[in-house]
């Protein structure tokens, strides 16, 4: 037996929402913070503005930071749950409570990220601009079509035997999302 006889309704058991881009980067600290910006060597310091021992990490404005005291202190009440590390997860499983607190962590990122790059375009201001570069003198390299035939043959060979044995044919590697508690210290 295949899988396609085990799972007839496949395309049925995979529809999703689509999640906004500013969420992904909040979950897993992929923004303009200052924790994120200083790991490309783009700040000196990955600290906090309210701070200098402070990391401005995603937790650090969600849970800690004094600049966001207020609207935490309002979310706490509209949510009725004190913001904790621990219960954000909880928070996230309540459609009403993550609406909210999405909405919180938006606009917190929203202004930290808003800060670095005023910050960058200060510095670009105050740095020359560097000599054009001249344009690529050769064509880019061509892969000839019996490569490409190979690759097709290759992987239409790769399906087969996971057909046949049963598994699907595509490989996926899980990512640990920075809210995930197995992933924090």
Same mark, same amino acid.
């Given at each position: 037996?295949?899988?396609?006889?085990?799972?007839?309704?496949?395309?049925? $058991? @995979?529809?999703?929402?689509?999640? /906004?881009?500013?969420?992904?980067?909040?979950?897993? !600290? *992929?923004? !303009?913070?200052?924790? @994120?910006? *200083?790991?490309?060597?783009?700040?000196? +310091?990955?600290?906090?503005?309210?701070?200098?021992?402070?990391? =401005? +990490?995603?937790? *650090?404005?969600?849970?800690?930071?004094?600049?966001?005291?207020?609207?935490?202190?309002?979310?706490?009440?509209?949510?009725?749950?004190?913001?904790?590390?621990?219960?954000? #997860?909880?928070i996230m499983?309540?459609? =009403?409570?993550?609406?909210?607190?999405?909405?919180?962590?938006?606009?917190?990122?929203?202004?930290?990220?808003?800060? #670095?790059? +005023?910050?960058?375009?200060?510095?670009?201001?105050?740095?020359? /601009?560097?000599?054009?570069?001249?344009? /690529?003198?050769?064509?880019?390299?061509?892969?000839?079509k019996q490569?490409?035939? *190979?690759c097709a043959?290759?992987?239409?060979?790769?399906? @087969?035997?996971?057909?046949?044995?049963?598994?699907? !044919?595509?490989?996926?590697? !899980?990512?640990?999302?920075?809210? $995930?508690?197995?992933?924090?210290?």
């Amino acid at each position: 037996m295949n899988w396609q006889n085990r799972c007839p309704k496949a395309d049925a $058991d @995979y529809d999703y929402e689509k999640i /906004p881009l500013s969420w992904t980067q909040i979950f897993t !600290g *992929h923004t !303009g913070i200052a924790e @994120y910006l *200083h790991r490309f060597k783009l700040l000196q +310091s990955p600290s906090c503005e309210c701070d200098a021992d402070k990391i =401005e +990490s995603v937790w *650090h404005i969600i849970l800690e930071c004094p600049r966001y005291e207020v609207a935490r202190y309002d979310l706490e009440h509209k949510i009725e749950t004190k913001l904790e590390k621990r219960k954000v #997860h909880e928070i996230m499983e309540n459609a =009403e409570k993550r609406v909210e607190f999405l909405s919180f962590a938006e606009k917190a990122f929203r202004e930290a990220t808003s800060r #670095h790059r +005023s910050m960058n375009r200060k510095r670009n201001e105050e740095t020359p /601009p560097t000599a054009p570069t001249s344009a /690529p003198t050769q064509n880019p390299k061509r892969i000839p079509k019996q490569k490409l035939q *190979h690759c097709a043959r290759r992987q239409r060979k790769e399906c @087969y035997v996971a057909q046949k044995t049963g598994k699907p !044919g595509i490989r996926t590697r !899980g990512v640990a999302l920075f809210m $995930d508690e197995n992933t924090e210290g």
